[in-house]
T-cell receptor
């Protein structure tokens, strides 16, 4: 399996609920990033967490990183219909240069 | 500031033709990355370039695919003698370089092979 695998593949929730997505990876990393992609569009960077950080917040987003388990989670609180999108994690490994993306979690928020 | 610009947004080619995809990075960004995305899948890394240099092309097929990022002008991803399996969305991203820098993406070129 590849670096940066998201779980679940698809998630459907009601507006106002929280959404949690997980990402697992295999190698040592410099940082882990979360991106969002709306249908037919490019990816938009949401948040970056460095390997020496454990938790980071940005608005309604909360990201955690556990380097011992090689995993990260993205929590979106008080979800809105406009949060409907695919969410991808990407890891920059310690050899740097490129980032490796997972296959994403498709989030549907029902109004 | 304009974001990453990719053109064309949609490109239709017949089998055996050439496809040229262009990417203008954000102002001040000297690092460009190309990715390929199939429906319902994530992005697959193809190539990483800096001005006039290919840094990592480990994701590029050995034949028919090439990329360049000249001193002046956009980065070009070129696919020769296209086949049906080349149909996909191709995304370009740019960054200023260095670690801990997020990539900024264009809206992609959707390539369809007839």
């Amino acid at each position: 399996s590849q670096q940066g695998e998201e779980d679940p593949q698809a998630l459907s929730i009601q507006e106002g609920e929280n959404a949690t997505m997980n990402c697992s990876y295999k190698t040592s990393i410099n940082n882990l990033q979360w991106y969002r992609q709306n249908s037919g569009r490019g990816l938009v960077h949401l948040i970056l967490i460095r390997s020496n950080e454990r938790e980071k917040h940005s608005g309604r987003l909360r990201v955690t990183l556990d380097t011992s388990k090689k995993s990260s989670s993205l929590l979106i609180t008080a979800s809105r219909a406009a949060d409907t999108a695919s969410y991808f994690c990407a890891t920059e490994d310690t050899n740097a240069g490129k980032s490796t993306f997972g296959d994403g979690t498709t989030l549907t928020v029902k109004p | 500031n304009a974001g990453v610009m990719q053109n064309p947004r949609h490109l239709v080619r017949r089998r055996g033709q050439e496809a040229r995809l262009r990417c203008s990075p954000m102002k001040g960004h000297s690092h460009v990355y190309w990715y390929r995305q199939l429906p319902e899948e994530g992005l697959k890394f193809m190539v990483y370039l800096q001005k006039e240099n290919i840094i990592d092309e480990s994701g590029m097929p050995k034949e028919r695919f090439s990329a360049e990022f000249p001193k002046e002008g956009p980065s070009i991803l070129r696919i020769q003698q296209v086949v049906r399996g080349d149909s996909a969305a191709y995304f370009c991203a740019s960054s200023p370089g260095g670690s801990d820098q997020p990539q900024h993406f264009g809206d992609g070129t959707r390539l369809s092979i007839l």
